[in-house]
């Protein structure tokens, strides 16, 4: 006798806790592997799975066995012009698995010495944002404006026929028939046996007494009446879904991506921006669940823009800054109020500006606009020597060292370590974590 | 055997259905049975492939404790399989009563057959019995094992941190092959007892190790008594991770007992690695001879058999040394081989035969081939039945390749004045001892530095390999004392490895 058994619904998970410890072990290698995909991969797909490669010699287990060397043998299949006696000249290293038979001795070109596996996208971006997080995250609460979200809140006897709870209200209207008629059901019962038993004896002729049966059968009907007046479904047992509003603390985030698109930003520059605006993007939707994104561009004057325009269009003339933050600044009093939205900005620059400009930029910013703002992160993009602009915010980096952060860029590889730099974890932030 | 089931065709089309496997499992059964197979129920168990990765991950098993080699076994695994570059199994088989076979859903309902066959009748069989299957594993007993590792493993990573059961089961894990008992038989497993005995062995073992480490001075008479048995151990060891688990001055108790789960699945596995050519051969000439056997009775169509015989045709192909897709002897081809030609022997017997084979010519075929699958390993098995005919159609030659030449020599061909020396020679291959290095305890100093010294007898002077520097390190971390390792050949000292590095993982 043989049992079939369908396992198909049972987990197929069964490895992952495995693989978790695998991965975790091998954690600097996805690390490393992570930090290349990141300022390799083309900017469109930059949040997808990864393959990771480690050198198979890293994960190797070692076992005590043969190695080359002594007197080898070993017998092989397909003989075709070999004789006892022929001697084969010695392929050069590498080539034989001759050495102590069996073994992984590959004789499949060159052998696999990297150990590839695929982590998903989750892993990946796990990975990325690791030890990260945003500086003062604060969920915003709000006054009387509260965004609500309905949430289910236990059952409840009263409600509107819509939120008829079918099961609690079927399971009450047994358990009261139960008790309501239970005991009149019992003594039903008892009486019925005696009538019966009255019956059968009267029907095997003896004579019994016609009006005890009488008497028990009235008795019976009573005890029936009370059973069928028990109701099926009463008022009382009727339950109802509860839902309640409830305020919502605001999870909301803009995100105010602000370039200079002047003559002197080449695309090259602008695609290290765009690394960088993509990856603190990715960032913010792992800890906001809204997010929208505001794309600025300003070469003399400032103009909000899309996504497309943002990246490739070019302009030429000259630059000033501040027309940006005033705009950004219009725009989050018209539209993002810091009320409800978690407002970060990301500047990316060469550095260029009027000369009389950068005063004026830290003017507006330190007049209101830092205030407005969780985050700002000003990346600066030149081989060049600093101008005005840097030294302006540097003032204001030591004067709002908490929400204010810039640093300067040379090239692509330069992003994701200065990206990990200004969004590190910091103690205090670790400690409320 | 009812009537109606004869000359009624079984269900056909490539889609199965529970109702179709268990008509094919009913029918194979008969005629398994009619040739005398006896196994364990069966347990027949349709799972996905994803699950089959899984199962692929633990070494088959349904259960083992969780450890990161698993896991790169299982991202290799599904590496391997989502490039194409690898089939998964058609089944997995576990040597336990009943005995559990997997059959992927994948599988079309001809392959479901094949796999009954191979799986529930042949290696079934095979498992109950074989001698060192009979000998060396309790089928009953070993889920339960299984369990009892599995919770026990978890509770230690509660209670003593993941990483640290983990280094232990690494150094484990270096020495498995060398945590089983080669002559001595083993005492079945039993997870009851060995729960129930669990508490009192950590205490006595604990006692025991502390007797033997004891410094305190003792009586005179008694230190006369310890000058003479200095020697420790009086003989050498081959069971290293069982010296270790009795003997190690420094481990604790739940890494001793450890120790005991890692030797305890090393000894379960011991015998599949002596059988490999013998039980995937008999389960493949079980399913060929099966098949068969369904389409000589009427109960598969033309069509179903020759789309078997392709499958059973890959699974028996022997690439030749010199293709692309040659990567050793296909136990499943050499195996099958075999037993096919014993038959052959038994039925249409040559002069050849009458000459090598004169106790087979002639007899029951079915009682010859029982009696070779009950009563030999891989290394005996090839000795014993390997014919000329086989040796002739695998075109088998014989390499010697001694590092002092620089050629590599053919020693001996498929032909008269080579087949012995060539079933020798590819007897050898299939012992582990000769693939396995000899390495056995040596000696303790028990009462100086409490150093281990491990003896490697060299093989045909045959170095070891790299990994020994690593492997020592190890054996270091679970000894807990400096460890040596010589290698002697022919009576003297070829090589020394030493680790003494006193925390080379930083971890104990």
């Known amino acids: 006798m043989s049992y079939i058994i369908d396992r198909r619904l049972n987990g197929k998970h069964k490895s992952s806790v495995n693989r978790q410890r695998f991965l975790r072990r091998y954690r600097d290698h996805i690390r490393k592997a992570v930090e290349k995909a990141v300022n390799d991969r083309s900017i469109k797909d930059l949040d997808r799975g990864e393959t990771i490669t480690i050198p198979k010699r890293d994960i190797h287990e070692p076992v005590f066995g043969h190695g080359r060397g002594g007197v080898g043998s070993v017998v092989h299949p397909g003989n075709k012009e070999f004789n006892a006696g022929d001697k084969i000249p010695r392929p050069p290293q590498n080539g034989g698995g001759q050495g102590s038979g069996q073994g992984k001795a590959s004789d499949h070109g060159e052998g696999e010495d990297e150990f590839a596996f695929q982590i998903s996208q989750e892993e990946f971006l796990d990975c990325v944002f690791e030890d990260l997080a945003l500086p003062n995250l604060v969920r915003k ?62 029907a095997s002729g003896r004579t019994i007494d016609d009006t005890q049966l009488a008497l028990l059968r009235e008795k019976a009907a009573t005890y029936q009446q009370k059973i069928d007046k028990t109701p099926f479904l009463d008022t009382y047992d009727l339950r109802y879904n509860h839902h309640v509003k409830e305020p919502q603390p605001s999870s909301k985030a803009v995100m105010f991506c602000v370039m200079d698109v002047s003559g002197s930003m080449t695309q090259e520059t602008k695609n290290i921006a765009k690394r960088f605006f993509i990856l603190l993007y990715l960032f913010l939707t792992r800890n906001y669940e809204k997010i929208e994104v505001v794309f600025i561009r300003h070469h003399t004057s400032a103009k909000e823009v899309t996504e497309e325009e943002f990246f490739y269009s070019r302009e030429t003339g000259g630059t000033i800054v501040s027309s940006a933050l005033k705009l950004m600044q219009k725009i989050i009093k018209q539209r993002y109020s810091p009320d409800q939205w978690n407002i970060y900005a990301a500047q990316a620059s060469d550095g260029d500006n009027w000369d009389d400009d950068s005063r004026i930029c830290q003017q507006v910013m330190e007049d209101g606009l830092i205030d407005l703002v969780q985050y700002f992160t000003y990346i600066e993009i030149t081989p060049h020597d600093h101008q005005s602009l840097w030294y302006a915010y540097e003032k204001l980096q030591s004067a709002y060292s908490d929400r204010f952060a810039m640093r300067h860029i040379l090239d692509v590889g330069d992003i994701y370590p200065v990206f990990r730099e200004l969004f590190q974890r910091r103690l205090h932030e670790q400690l409320n974590a | ?101 997997y059959l992927m859903e994948e599988n079309n309902m001809m392959m479901q057959a094949l796999v009954i066959a191979h799986a529930c009748y042949g290696h079934n069989s095979f498992f109950k019995g074989n001698y060192l299957f009979r000998t060396w594993t309790d089928a009953t007993a070993i889920i339960d094992y299984l369990v009892f590792a599995k919770r026990y493993v978890q509770e230690c990573e509660e209670k003593y941190g993941i990483q640290e059961v983990e280094a232990t089961l690494d150094s484990c894990h270096a020495l498995m092959n060398f945590g089983v008992d080669r002559y001595k038989r083993p005492v079945p497993l039993s997870a009851q007892e060995e729960m129930a005995r669990q508490d009192e062995r950590e205490r006595l073992l604990q006692q025991q190790v502390n007797d033997l480490w004891r410094t305190i001075p003792k009586a005179m008479a008694e230190v006369q008594e310890r000058e003479t048995d200095r020697h420790f151990p009086s003989e050498p060891q081959e069971n290293l991770l069982y010296f270790i688990e009795k003997h190690a001055p420094l481990l604790k108790p739940w890494q001793r007992e450890l120790v005991r789960i890692v030797r305890k699945m090393a000894q379960y596995f011991y015998p599949q690695r002596q059988t490999q050519v013998m039980n995937e051969g008999w389960a493949s000439f079980w399913h060929y001879t099966l098949m068969n056997e369904l389409y000589n009775r009427g109960k598969v169509t033309e069509g179903f058999i020759l789309e078997f015989l392709q499958s059973h045709t890959n699974v028996v192909y022997q690439p030749g040394f010199d293709s692309p897709y040659y990567s050793g002897i296909n136990p499943y081809a050499l195996g099958f081989a075999i037993y096919s030609d014993l038959k052959r022997m038994c039925e249409n017997p040559t002069e050849e035969d009458r000459y090598w084979f004169p106790d087979v010519v002639g007899k029951n075929w079915v009682e010859v081939l029982d009696f070779a699958m009950r009563n030999y390993k891989d290394e005996s098995f090839i000795l014993q039945y390997l014919s000329p005919k086989v040796m002739r159609d695998f075109r088998f030659f014989g390499l010697e390749n001694d590092v002092l030449n620089n050629y590599i020599e053919v020693k001996e061909i498929h032909n008269e004045t080579g087949f012995r020396e060539l079933r020798q020679r590819l007897s050898q291959q299939y012992n582990l001892g000769y693939r396995d290095p000899n390495i056995q305890v040596q000696r303790v100093n028990i009462n100086g530095d409490r150093s281990l010294t491990l003896r490697h007898v060299m093989d045909h002077e045959r170095p070891l390999n790299d990994d020994t520097v690593e492997v020592l390190k190890h054996v270091r971390r679970l000894w807990g004392f400096d460890v040596r390792l010589e290698s002697w050949s022919d009576g003297s000292l070829v090589e020394t490895h030493h680790c003494s590095n006193n925390d080379p993982y930083g971890i104990l």
């Open chain 2, 1 to 101: 055997m009812s009537n109606s089931t004869l000359d009624t065709l079984l269900p056909q089309g490539p889609d199965w259905s529970f109702d179709s496997i268990r008509q094919y499992d009913d029918a194979i059964r008969e005629i398994a049975l009619e040739f005398g197979l006896d196994t364990y129920p069966n347990q027949i168990e349709i799972i996905s492939s994803e699950q089959m990765m899984d199962a692929y991950a633990s070494v088959g098993m349904p259960l083992g404790y969780h450890h990161w080699s698993y896991g790169k076994q299982f991202l290799e695994v599904e590496q391997n399989y989502k490039r194409g570059r690898m089939g998964l199994a058609y089944e997995i088989v576990i040597n336990f009563s009943p005995c559990i076979a």
């Open chain 1, 141 to 202: 609460q709000l006054g009387d404006m509260t965004e609500f979200q309905i949430k289910h809140a236990g059952i409840v006897s009263e409600g509107t026929p819509s939120k008829l709870n079918l099961v609690r209200s079927m399971r009450n209207a047994y358990a009261r028939r139960m008790v309501m008629s239970g005991d009149a059901r019992r003594r039903l019962a008892e009486l019925e046996e005696l009538i019966q038993k009255l019956e059968q004896e009267q």
